[in-house]
C-alpha cells in the first residue's frame, strides 16, 4: 500500500480554489477510481493519465487506485488535473519521491504520449497557489508565460511527464521532440509592419459632435447611445473608443487577463492584456453568451470580456429584448453573479456601454426611409427605457455631404491627442474623488454627487427649468452632473458652469 499527495486548482468563475491530489494504493481488483465531484473530463482522466505513464517509460501500478480531490464539496472540472494525478500515483508507487511534489502545485493536461498541453485557467491557478502558499508550480510549457505574470513564486515549465519525472529524480532529461511554445527570446522582433494599426480616432470624418461624445464617454466613464442611417460612422466610432481610453493599470491587466486566462481568448504570445478590451457580441447571441454562465462549465460572457474596456451592442434593437433587459444588473453592480444548482460563480463585469442602431428597420436616410411612422416608433421602442436611462449620452448621426467631409479633415483630431485629454480629465477627476471609493465622475452616486460635489445654482438654472418642464427626471439630473462635471474635467474648470450643464443636458436628451 502506498499514499501520496501533491496540489492542484479548481476554477469557479474567474477565482482559482486550491485543490489537494491524494492518491492511494491498495488491494484490489486494478481500477483507478477519482472521487469528489469530478466532472465527465476528469473522469475520463484515467485512461488518459494510464497511457501517458506508460508512454513515459513507468511502470503502471496493478493495484486499486483511489484518487481523491479534497475538498470533496468543490465542482472539479477540466483536464488540469492529468499531471498532478499523475505524479500523485507514481508517488504512491515509490516511482519518485514524494518530497519534490508534496508543497508544489500541478496544473496541466496529457496527451497519451506523455506530453504536456496548455489548459485554460493557468494565471487564476497561480494565483491561487500564491494565497495557499506553494512555492512553486508546474505547467505545461505553452503556459509558462501566463504562469509568470504572477510574482514571488517558482514557475517550471515542462514539455512532458517524463521531463517532469526526471526532474523531481534529479536526473539529466535531453528531449528528443522538444515543442517549447515559449518564443526564442534572441530571435529578432517581427518588422513592425506586422502588427496592424491601431484604429485612430481621426479616420471618421464629418461627425464632430459624435467624437466629442466618445471623448466625453472615456473621460467620465459615461455609456454612450448613437442613433444614426447606416455609413455614418457607428460602427468606426465604437471601435475606436478604447484607443482613447488610459491603458490598464498592472492590477486590472492581470484583472482583465484572468478573465481571458479563463474564456480561452488570451492573445498568443503576448500573455498580459495591458490595452482596455473591445468585445462586439452578434445581435443573435443568446443571454447566456453575453452575461455568462452554462450548465456544466460556467464560463465568463461578452459583459465579463469587456470587463475594463468597451461592450459594444451594435443594431441594438435587433437583439432580442431579453438579452438586452438582462445587462441592467451588471451595469448597475459591475458584476454578473451566475447560480447554478452545483455551484454559484461572480464574474466581474465594469464595462463602458455603447449601443448602436438605426433610426428605422429599412435605415436609409431622411425621405428615402420607407417606414411608417408607427413602425419607426416600434423599433427603437424595442430599447426599454430603463435601459436607456443607464445610458448617460446620446447622439444622432446625419449623413453628411462631401464638402462637410473635406472640411472637416482640418479638426478631426487622432487618437494620441484625444487620449492625452481623457487622460487629464481622469486625473482631476481621480484628485477630487480621491477620498472616495469612486475613480470617475459615472460611478458616483447621484446622493453623493449632490452632497459632496455641489453645482452652483447658475449652472442649475437649465436643469431646474427642465424640471418644470417635465423633461427630466430626478434621476436624469443626476446623471446630467456627471456629465457636467467630466465637462468641466476636459475643460480644466473646478467646478461646471451653466455651459457644462447646458452642454451635458443637450446630451444627455439627444438634442446636442
Known sequence: ??????????????????????????????????????????????????????????????????????????????????????????????????????????????????????VRGVLPAVLAAVRAGHPCVVVARGNAAEARLVPDIEVVAVDSLAELLARLRGEPYDDPDPASDDPDPDAPAPPASDHPARPDLADVHGQAVARRAVEISAAGGHNLFLVGPPGTGKSLLAERLP?????????????????????????RGTPLITEPPFCDPHHTATRAAIIGGGT???????????????????????????????????????????????????????????????????????????????????????????LLDRVDLKVELHPVTRAELLADRAYAESSPTVAAR????????????????????????????????????????????????????ARGVDRVLRVAWTLADLAGRRTPEPEDTGYAFALWSGSA
Open 243 to 267: 484607443s482613447v481610453l488610459p491603458p490598464l493599470t498592472q492590477s486590472e491587466s492581470i484583472e482583465v487577463t484572468t478573465i481571458h486566462s479563463v474564456a480561452g481568448t488570451l492573445p
Open 1 to 118: 500500500m502506498g499514499l501520496a499527495r501533491t496540489n492542484s486548482a479548481a476554477l469557479l468563475g474567474v477565482e482559482g480554489h486550491g485543490v489537494a491530489v491524494e492518491a492511494h494504493l491498495g488491494g484490489g481488483k486494478p481500477a483507478l477510481t477519482i472521487v469528489g465531484l469530478p466532472d465527465t473530463a476528469l473522469r475520463e482522466a484515467r485512461d488518459r493519465i494510464r497511457a501517458a505513464i506508460l508512454n513515459s517509460g513507468e511502470y503502471w501500478p496493478e493495484e486499486h487506485i483511489t484518487v481523491s480531490l479534497s475538498p470533496a464539496s468543490l465542482p472539479k472540472r477540466g483536464s488540469g488535473f492529468d499531471l498532478p494525478i499523475a505524479a500523485a500515483v507514481l508517488a504512491a508507487s515509490g516511482t519518485i519521491p514524494s518530497e519534490g511534489i508534496h508543497d508544489s502545485l500541478l496544473f496541466a493536461e496529457l496527451g497519451l504520449d506523455g506530453r504536456t498541453r496548455a
Open 422 to 473: 481623457v487622460a487629464e480629465a481622469r486625473a482631476r477627476a481621480a484628485h477630487r474623488l480621491a477620498d472616495t471609493p469612486w475613480a470617475t465622475n459615472a460611478a458616483v452616486p447621484g446622493g453623493e454627487l449632490r452632497r459632496r460635489f455641489p453645482v452652483g445654482a447658475e449652472a442649475l438654472r437649465v436643469l431646474a427649468a427642465a424640471l418644470d418642464r417635465g423633461e427630466i427626471s
Open 296 to 386: 456544466m462549465h460556467l464560463r465568463p460572457g461578452s459583459v465579463s470580456l469587456a470587463h475594463r474596456g468597451v461592450l459594444f451592442v451594435d443594431e441594438a434593437p435587433e437583439f432580442s429584448r431579453g438579452v438586452l433587459d438582462s445587462l441592467r444588473q451588471p451595469l448597475e453592480s459591475g458584476e454578473v453573479v451566475v447560480a447554478r444548482s452545483a455551484a454559484t460563480a461572480r464574474f466581474p463585469a465594469r464595462f463602458l456601454f455603447v449601443m448602436a442602431a438605426n433610426p428605422c428597420p429599412c435605415g436609409k436616410p431622411g425621405t428615402s426611409c420607407v417606414c411608417p411612422s408607427p413602425v419607426r416608433r416600434r423599433y427603437l421602442a424595442r430599447l426599454s427605457g430603463p
